[in-house]
């Protein structure tokens, strides 16, 4: 059984700090999680919540254009993966070998749209279907 969150909320002092105090030279980015399942990493996965009315277009142009080039809005439906993201799960994908899953779902999980970032896939799931999804061996 996973552990579940320790505090209840993720406070981001450490986050903003490290932010100011990074040098220029240098970038950060952050993975969602790393699956562990018997003591080893089977994937990597990004996790972005969208309005339930974006779920039908979301990630679709990760599969023409994977990293996108340009800025979108914040309130855009689709979620730009940054240059800094793209070089940190290209090196873990390309190191450890391993699965990257990109999970866009609405708020109360009913439904779910995966993609497999290495095979250029996408799958649409409701809730129970994901489940089952996510139980499987990758």
Same mark, same amino acid.
């Given at each position: ?83 800094? /993201?793209?070089? +940190? =799960?290209?090196?873990?994908?390309? %190191? ?9 779902? @609405?708020? !109360?999980?009913? /439904?779910?749209? +995966? =993609?497999?970032?290495?095979?250029? %896939? ?9 489940? @089952?999804? !996510?139980?499987? /061996?990758?």
């Amino acid at each position: 059984m996973p552990l579940g969150e320790v505090t209840g909320r993720r406070p981001s002092n450490f986050s903003a700090w490290h932010r100011r105090k990074l040098p220029d030279r240098c970038a950060l980015a952050d993975v969602d999680w790393c699956e562990v399942r018997e003591g080893s990493v089977v994937a990597i996965l990004e996790t972005i919540q969208v309005k339930p009315e974006h779920i039908k277009k979301a990630g679709d142009w990760i599969l023409t254009d994977p990293w996108l080039k340009s800025w979108y809005p914040k309130y855009d439906e689709r979620y730009p993966l940054w240059d800094t /993201k793209r070089v +940190v =799960i290209n090196f873990l994908i390309g %190191t450890i070998r391993k699965p990257f899953f990109i999970i866009y779902h @609405t708020p !109360l999980m009913s /439904k779910v749209r +995966v =993609i497999d970032y290495r095979k250029k %896939t996408l799958i649409d799931y409701d809730e129970e279907g994901f489940a @089952t999804w !996510l139980s499987c /061996k990758w």
